[in-house]
């Protein structure tokens, strides 16, 4: 019992914390994590097989880490080395495709497509943003739209605002369609062995359906307000052409070719049998190599806090799994529910949109998978459906509000920098409809297609 409270009191600690934004967040999580290794499986629980468990170093020393052609196994609980490797892969090669100017080129490459015409601009970088977010973190997505979206509004005199907002909230329902497309997917794909096309062909249906709907949406909510530019400076249109965000002509085509192996090795990785572990590890070393000179600075640019905040969330989480905290929540649910499946969903999928509209959707799915798979085998629900209803959930609900969504906290940010700063109030007001009606799509698309 003691293990228990202390497992459950670091946990919303952590939370606290997270939420109060005061703290860096991966210090904050390997904190937790130290104090769940020391107070919970040390003091209380006196169990080295625990803290080995949620460790789970051996793992990666395994076949099925790497290749599992025609195995199935079992997630193992702890540390998720898989989402760690993979999502430190991809980071490297984004960073090369940055420093080689590849989604400089493929904003202004766009906006020149369109003649330079604010609607038209505002419709294809929404689309954009969906696309590129199926395959690279929302987070780096938005970081370079928006700064392109700021420069563009500045010569062809808009308010960038509702751009940023709408590119915001598509970053996010892209990052639903794919297993890499989001952390929380990656974390439920690698933790219950869903390939890429089991994400594309689940939550991808219900995204590109959502689509839609979110692009006639944004463009009743904003073509008032866009319709009114003025652009007479063809001059500084030509400044920034696309060609000049290409920086050197060798590294793009190599960080081009590596995107695309990437992109075939993520869609196929299900029939090759090699694992998004080797995939994030391979494209790495391959970024790495092609490099040259310039990888120092592009392993100095990778995001190596987020790598550590997931470490601590793991093992905060690891404790919750080992003292049986998640298999009573699991038991709760299932008796609101009453093993009604429909019920079920509707639970799942608005508790995970509203909780992660608040605190970060990352340890809220971390935590609840452990939950969803105890359901899954006292109630006889199909876990897969209910990963499904988890990942739109979570994706989704982080959408709402400024706060929601590390790709929220960073386009506001820039936007705020820039002298565009976007209020509570002013966000809201179009995310949190623009949520609900995500997430009502989501759960008839769910209940018609598996019920």
């Known amino acids: 019992m003691i293990a228990k409270i202390l497992a459950v009191a670091i946990f919303i ?40 468990d949620t460790l789970n170093i051996g793992n990666i020393i395994t076949t099925g880490f790497w290749y599992e052609r025609g195995v199935v196994n079992e997630s193992t609980s ?8 993979f999502l430190a892969g991809m980071m490297i090669m984004v960073e090369g495709m940055a420093k080689a100017g590849f989604f400089r080129w493929l904003c202004m490459t766009i906006a020149k497509v369109v003649r330079y015409k604010v609607i038209p601009i505002f419709l294809t970088f929404m689309v954009m943003s969906f696309v590129l977010a199926m395959f690279i973190d929302s987070i780096t997505v938005i970081l370079f739209l928006a700064a392109v979206t700021i420069e563009l509004a500045q010569l062809l005199r808009f308010n960038p605002i509702p751009m940023i907002l709408s590119e915001i909230f598509c970053a996010n329902l892209g990052g639903s369609a794919t297993m890499c497309g989001d952390p929380p997917n990656i974390i439920i794909g690698t933790s219950l062995r869903y390939s890429f096309t089991d994400f594309i062909s689940n939550t991808g249906i219900i995204a590109v359906i959502s689509l839609i709907v979110i692009v006639v949406f944004f463009f009743f909510s904003y073509r008032k307000e866009l319709s009114c530019s003025n652009v007479t400076d063809v001059e500084s249109l030509e400044k920034v052409s696309p060609k000049s965000a290409i920086k050197d002509r060798k590294s793009f085509i190599i960080s081009c070719i ?10 196929t990785h299900a029939e090759t ?8 590890v391979f494209i790495a070393i391959v970024t790495m190599i092609t490099a040259g000179k310039a990888v120092v600075d592009i392993l100095k640019a990778v995001d190596y806090k987020t790598i550590l905040f997931f470490i601590g969330l793991f093992l905060v989480v690891g404790g919750l799994e080992q003292t049986g905290i998640l298999e ?36 809220f799915a971390a935590t609840m998978i452990p939950v969803i798979k105890t359901l899954a085998a006292t109630t006889g629900a199909d876990l897969s459906v209910l ?5 739109m959930g979570t994706d989704i609900g982080g959408s709402a509000t400024p706060i929601g969504a590390s790709a929220n906290v960073v386009g506001t940010s820039i936007a705020a920098r820039e002298g565009y700063p976007i209020s509570w109030k002013r966000y809201c007001k179009v995310a949190v409809p623009a949520t609900f009606i995500v997430i009502l799509i989501s759960m008839v698309s769910i209940y018609v297609r598996y019920l």
Not at 330 to 342: D, L, P, R, T
């Open 78 to 85: 702890g540390i998720n080395w898989a989402t760690i490797l």
């Open 258 to 267: 590596i995107f695309f192996c990437a992109v075939v090795m993520l869609i």
């Open 387 to 391: 990963a499904w209803t988890l990942a």
């Open 273 to 280: 049998g090699l694992t998004v572990a080797f995939i994030g």
């Open 13 to 52: 600690i952590m939370f606290a914390l997270i939420i109060t934004d005061k703290f860096e967040r991966h210090i904050v999580t390997l904190i937790c994590g130290l104090a769940t290794i020391v107070m919970v499986f040390g003091i209380a629980m006196h169990s080295m097989t625990a803290f080995l």
């Open 328 to 363: 009573l929540v699991a038991e709760f649910i299932g008796k609101i529910s009453g093993g009604n499946m429909m019920v079920m969903i509707a639970i799942i999928i608005w508790v995970s949109a509203v909780a992660s509209a608040f605190v970060d959707n990352i340890p």
